[in-house]
């Protein structure tokens, strides 16, 4: 059962014990991402995540990771367009330890300046491991091209431009501009006692700010661009305007990317991979966010079989479009997200994100029970509907990455 506390400053702290576990995991989630950042600070709020591990007042960096370690925990941390999450799993003894690390780390980071300037080549370094990744460069490429007239197109972890603005003031200011208690949300699963919680409150009731954040909206534009490079595959992404995070037909979209592309049954890695055999991976998501979102496909292969590829994935859109769907397709599908639920609950730290997250975007948990019964009211019609208002060519976009042609030479095979 899920309980919540709501501090006087506005911090909310959701609660689920799990009584046959030794352990707890425990997340600071902020809501506030690289979306709502202005463009001259872009990255700031991924910066502030590196940087809440360089030292506080009253412990430096090596103080924070020897501590971390002697409690035998997992400590780690990680940005997103619209969250920021700090979390740690450890042993059920010593919450109120790893607690006093991370709030320290929270409420107190130091942002000393030659900290921040070492720290500013680390983060160079993981945007050219990224641009290394053509899969995640064609993905996050297409992102940016189809949102670039709002916040949500701006990269995660911003330039090296932006990267450059990063001062002790700078981060010190947007943290007490954006970090505000009732923006923050602590999640806890596991084995705890009260006087862990008393002392978690007791923490965080010492928070300060008023408000929350908001965010601009966000217009999806369909933009489609070429990025040449050296490597033997050329990677594509095809991307659809897609319903919101907050949206209800969540689940039916869930089901859908499920159905196109969501594993090995799925339609296009049957028809592109099994049955003409002609890429390795093929796959499609659906990734959503608070007023919009995006359902993508994604295809690495080589470039004498990407235009009989590119069309066979229309091909398989058309048809689904057309003639609808199977109902023992849909129960196939359905029962996939279903154990994926269910057996996530077997993990405290996927039952921490999916509190942690649930109480920051709809402010209250949901409770599996409903999640399934969510699932299991999905219908075909609710499906075939759905995929019909999204997946119109007429709004599509593509991202190619390595020795492609000209986006339009892409867009010609799906228009």
């Not at 009253?58 to 400590?75: C, E, K, P, Y």
Request: aromatic share 8%; proline share 2%.
């Amino acid at each position: 059962m899920y309980k919540k506390i709501t501090l006087p400053n506005g911090v909310r702290i959701v609660t689920e014990k799990v009584d046959y576990v030794r352990s707890a995991s425990i997340g600071i989630w902020v809501g506030n991402g690289s979306r709502h950042e202005p463009k001259e600070l872009g990255g700031i709020s991924h910066f502030i995540e590196h940087m809440i591990f360089k030292g506080t007042e009253t412990r430096s960096a090596q103080d924070i990771a020897v501590n971390m370690d002697a409690l035998g925990g997992q400590f780690n941390a990680f940005t997103t367009k619209e969250c920021t999450c700090y979390y740690m799993k450890v042993l059920n003894t010593h919450i109120k330890d790893g607690m006093e690390i991370l709030a320290d780390m929270f409420l107190n980071s130091k942002f000393d300046q030659k900290d921040i300037d070492l720290e500013r080549g680390v983060v160079l370094e993981e945007i050219g491991m990224y641009e290394d990744s053509p899969e995640d460069l064609a993905t996050e490429k297409l992102f940016e091209n189809c949102f670039e007239s709002s916040p949500l197109g701006s990269p995660v972890l911003g330039t090296q431009t932006t990267l450059s603005q990063m001062t002790t003031k700078k981060l010190h200011d947007y943290m007490k501009s954006s970090y505000r208690p009732q923006d923050t949300v602590i999640a806890i699963s596991g084995m705890y006692e009260q006087s862990d919680l008393d002392f978690i409150c007791e923490l965080f009731s010492k928070m300060s700010g008023e408000g929350k954040n908001t965010t601009t909206p966000a217009i999806y534009i369909p933009k489609s661009k070429v990025y040449k490079k050296d490597i033997e595959q050329n990677h594509i992404c095809i991307g659809f305007p897609s319903i919101s995070l907050l949206s209800d037909k969540r689940y039916a979209m869930q089901i859908l990317s499920s159905m196109l592309g969501g594993g090995m049954s799925s339609r296009l890695f049957q028809t592109v991979r099994e049955k003409n055999g002609l890429c390795y991976c093929i796959y499609s998501f659906n990734a959503s966010h608070q007023d919009s979102g995006m359902l993508s496909i994604y295809t690495a292969l080589g470039k004498e079989t990407e235009e009989k590829a590119v069309k066979l994935i229309k091909d398989v859109i058309d048809d689904f479009c057309e003639n609808g769907i199977k109902e023992d397709e849909l129960l196939r599908c359905r029962e996939q997200l279903k154990s994926n639920v269910l057996m996530g609950l077997e993990n405290t730290s996927v039952r921490m994100h999916q509190m942690g997250r649930a109480e920051l975007y709809f402010e209250r948990v949901i409770e599996t029970d409903e999640i399934i019964e969510r699932y299991d009211a999905v219908t075909t019609e609710d499906v075939l509907n759905l995929a019909r208002n999204v997946l119109n060519f007429e709004n599509v976009a593509v991202s190619a990455v390595g020795d492609v042609s000209s986006a339009e030479y892409y867009l010609s095979m799906l228009k």
